[in-house]
């Protein structure tokens, strides 16, 4: 009995022990867990709060709504729609891509087209990047998807604002178009300091106005401050910082004219500019033929890509300010006007024409073999007398006239507020040595400066510096920078910020020089080649016909019926009207159209026509600019991705070399002494 007590009495001390040491060990690792706690809670409370709300706290950029572009009437050329999207992260879904194409199908229409440009866009941009499924949902295919999306993780419902041309082809080349941002366009904007502005936007300006005016109609990217859970699903708004939509710009472009201009070149190729020369607007800008920009908005598909990159009509090249053409007799008033103020020549000096001019020992012929007796400045400008101004290059001189001509914009920038202008050549001896590399060929002979007097040679100029020299010549010498972008329409603001520009410089021009030579051009709408074109015009226009030679015939007699349509002249014209007050200057090139007067003129009557028509000045005056206010809608939450356009390069080499450029009456075998036999027609895409 002893013996059991003293075993109870053992093993109640042992539990006691237990109980203590395992009370201790509770109360340590208790105090372990405070001790930890106010660690955690005091010492590191500012540090870990912060992470804790980066957790909880996710910052999602707003991209603003772009700005909208209206013609000078206010009529909308390019605006913005509400759309909903469905994209894809690869990465998070479960399973394989075509059995989730195959699931989202039953409940969204998902054509071949989809599918293929949805798997090419995965595989160009990887697995982790959000890539565009379908996009114009109808409100019921976005709600019928909303009610399932739990059935597809990966996949996202979103609103965006999406980019529309409403005229499609229309002055596709003046506006352009917006794609999708690229590496290249990353790189470029993170060098600007930009590049945060940019974050959730998915596109950005990629030719024309959409481009060269990108900082304006982009507008002021917004933030939003989210709680989301622990898997990332919004809980609620804690903040929001609203975005600023891009400014609207007014163009002075004429949507109307624009149209109608395009109506006559269809079925050809060419360009025309129009520009008022008071003010430098430009009132109609085409390039034929044109392209619709609605193709690239969501990344263009590869069988639309090669028919317009592919095309022997290059509808993508931009032929007013990209495209280098002779110019040819449209050339002649303006070197007339270089002898009158140099002094080299008088008006009213008179020098033999017998058909042709004599220089180096090689005749250079008259357009026919025409010969016109003696001839004045009037009179060769009127018949366009080849001799007359083949005898002028000498005297003035190669620097000499390149110093006249660069002050009307030939071979210059002339500032357009378009991307892609190219210089052009103007040609002079400092010119010709830095072209060139062989000694001999940076050599200047004197017979190179005959043929540029009557624009041949190494001439090459774009349609936008003839029409601004004719624009110059109008407006007695006041250089107006031409430009698109009217008016500025800024949101939060007061009213338009008007964009016209003071005179880059003026031309002292004597008023009398003036004189002969708009006399002139005007007789050759009266009574000279342009004559029956302008029969019965109610105003009285002045201008100059001329013809570009695109291929060379090595002294064979040229005949329209017998050469391939894509070798034939070039028809060049130019003119303002009216001729008292020029209220409008055009340029016009129609290629492989044959004789100025046949091809070129009639569209510059029929512009002149529109422009002029009494009625549609009388509107104008009293109507005054229309008043642009632009729809306020409701900014999206985020703008989903939008599909790759290519950035390719668009470079006719297959196109024929032209020759010198020749008067509308010139024969095929008068060719002019250079050292450089012919000017190739440079058209190149600044794609």
């Known amino acids: 009995m002893f013996e059991f007590k003293k075993t109870t009495q053992l093993q109640r001390q042992r539990m006691t022990l237990r109980v203590w040491v395992a009370g201790i060990f509770a109360l340590l690792c208790f105090g372990l867990l405070g001790a930890r706690l106010w660690h955690l809670q005091v010492v590191r409370y500012e540090g870990l709060s912060a992470r804790a709300d980066q957790n909880r706290i996710t910052v999602v950029p707003i991209p603003p709504r772009r700005g909208e572009i209206v013609d000078r009437n206010g009529i909308t050329l390019a605006s913005n729609h509400r759309d909903y999207t469905l994209s894809v992260v690869p990465a998070r879904v479960a399973g394989k891509l075509e059995s989730l194409l195959d699931d989202i199908s039953g409940l969204v229409e998902l054509s071949a087209r989809d599918r293929r440009r949805f798997m090419q866009n995965v595989n160009q941009s990887g697995r982790y990047s959000t890539v565009l499924l379908r ?49 290249a366009d990353l790189q470029q904007l993170e060098e600007e300091g930009s590049i945060g502005n940019y974050r959730g936007t998915q596109v950005i ?16 990217t917004g933030v939003e401050e989210v709680e989301v859970t622990a898997s990332g699903r919004p809980v609620r708004t804690l903040s929001r910082i609203d975005p600023v939509p891009g400014a609207n710009l007014r163009l002075s472009l004429d949507i109307h004219l624009q149209q109608a201009i395009e109506k006559e070149f269809e079925e050809r190729r060419g360009a025309l500019v129009a520009i008022h020369p008071p003010t430098g607007e430009v009132l109609a800008f085409v390039s034929a033929p044109s392209f619709d920009p609605n193709l690239f908005i969501d990344g263009i598909d590869v069988e639309n890509w ?36 140099l002094g080299k020549r008088s008006a009213t000096e008179r020098i033999p024409d017998p058909g042709y001019f004599e220089f180096g020992g090689q005749r250079f012929r008259n357009a026919g073999g025409a010969a016109y007796g003696p001839t004045d400045m009037h009179r060769a400008i009127v018949v366009s007398s080849d001799t007359y101004f083949f005898s002028l290059g000498p005297e003035i001189g ?10 009307f914009g030939f071979g ?25 590399k062989k000694p001999a060929q940076q050599r200047w002979y004197a017979g190179e400066t005959v043929s540029v007097a009557v624009g041949q040679g190494y001439n090459s100029f774009t349609l936008l510096q003839l029409a601004q020299g004719t624009a110059v010549l109008a407006n007695n010498g006041v250089y107006m920078r031409p430009h698109l972008v009217d008016e500025i329409h800024f949101p939060r603001k007061g009213g338009p910020v008007k964009t016209v ?17 708009r006399n002139a051009m005007a007789d050759v709408v009266r009574k000279g080649t342009a004559r029956r074109v302008f029969q019965g015009a109610s105003y009285q226009a002045a201008g100059k016909t001329g013809t570009a030679q695109v291929f060379s015939l090595r002294g064979a007699r040229y ?44 569209i510059a009557r029929k512009v002149f026509d529109f422009w002029l028509d009494p009625e549609r000045v009388e509107a104008r005056r009293n109507a005054g600019r229309a008043v642009y206010e632009p729809a306020v809608t409701m900014e999206p939450d985020e703008e989903s991705a939008i599909g790759e356009s290519p950035d390719a390069v668009v470079q006719p080499e297959d196109m024929p070399p032209a020759g010198p450029a020749r008067d509308e009456d010139e024969p095929r075998g008068a060719r002019i002494m250079s050292a450089q036999p012919g000017v190739r027609i440079q058209l190149r895409s600044t794609e």
Not at 159 to 165: D, K, L, N, P, Q
């Open 306 to 341: 090669k028919r317009l990159n592919e095309s022997p009509d290059h509808p993508l090249v931009n032929r007013p300010l990209s495209g280098t053409y002779p110019i040819g007799s449209t050339y002649k008033p303006f070197v007339g006007l270089a002898a009158l103020e």
């Open 398 to 407: 190669v620097n000499a006239l390149h110093d006249f001509a660069k002050q």
């Open 501 to 517: 520009t003071e005179p880059s410089h003026i031309i002292p021009l004597k008023p009398e020089n003036l004189a002969v030579i």
């Open 559 to 602: 005949d329209a019926a017998t050469v391939e349509e894509r070798l034939r002249d070039h028809s060049l014209f130019m003119a303002y009207a009216p001729m008292e007050d020029p209220q409008i200057a055009v340029a016009l090139i129609v290629e492989n159209g044959g004789w100025g007067a046949t091809a070129a003129a009639p």
């Open 412 to 436: 210059q920038l002339t500032g357009i507020d378009l991307d892609g202008e190219r210089r052009g050549i103007l040609p002079s001896t400092d010119w010709k040595r830095s072209a060139y």
């Open 205 to 220: 300006g990629k030719k024309g106005i959409e481009k060269a005016w990108e900082e304006v109609l982009h507008g002021r």
């Open 135 to 183: 996009n114009n949902l109808s409100e019921d295919e976005a709600s019928w998807f909303a009610a399932h999306a739990w059935r597809f993780p990966g996949v996202e419902l979103s609103a965006r604002w999406v980019r529309e041309y409403p005229h499609g082809e229309t002055a596709a080349h003046v506006l352009g178009y917006v794609g999708r941002i690229s590496e």
